[in-house]
């Protein structure tokens, strides 16, 4: 069986520090790509960062670039989402996601790719 599941979030002054983490069981991320989500109350859900497997390519949205960074542990099935510099408006439910693809980063976040599987999220709240 295959899931993801999020930890790390909490509530942190603006300014500071979160590391979140994603750990995949059920299968290993050699030709996966995992996909950072946020979704705050009333608004779309954005594509934070990802990382493909395949080339170790990242991307990340302009909200977040320059403060995020992406990371694996492929020996620990573990991706980890540093958040440095964090705002009020960083504010949301943190997603990761799993697709099986070989694309690039960039090329499956700009392209809306489907993902095929969902942790069940960890809320990040910045406080001003």
């Known amino acids: 069986e295959v899931q993801l599941v999020e930890s790390g979030g909490g509530l942190v002054q603006a300014g500071g520090s979160l590391r979140l983490s994603c750990a995949a069981s059920g299968f290993t991320f050699d030709d996966y790509a995992i996909g950072w989500f946020r979704q705050a109350p009333g608004k779309e859900r954005e594509g934070v960062s990802c990382?493909?497997?395949?080339?170790?390519?990242?991307y990340y949205a302009d909200s977040v670039k320059g403060r995020f960074t992406i990371s694996s542990d492929n020996a620990k099935n573990t991706v980890y989402l540093q958040m440095n510099s964090l705002k009020p408006e960083d504010t949301a439910v943190y997603y990761c996601?799993?697709?099986?693809?070989?694309?690039?980063?960039?090329?499956?976040?700009?392209?809306?790719?489907?993902?095929?599987?969902w942790g069940q999220g960890t809320q990040v709240t910045v406080s001003s």
């Open positions: 996601a799993a697709v099986l693809t070989t694309a690039q980063a960039m090329d499956i976040m700009t392209r809306r790719r489907e993902f095929d599987y």
């Open positions: 990382f493909s497997s395949s080339d170790g390519s990242t």
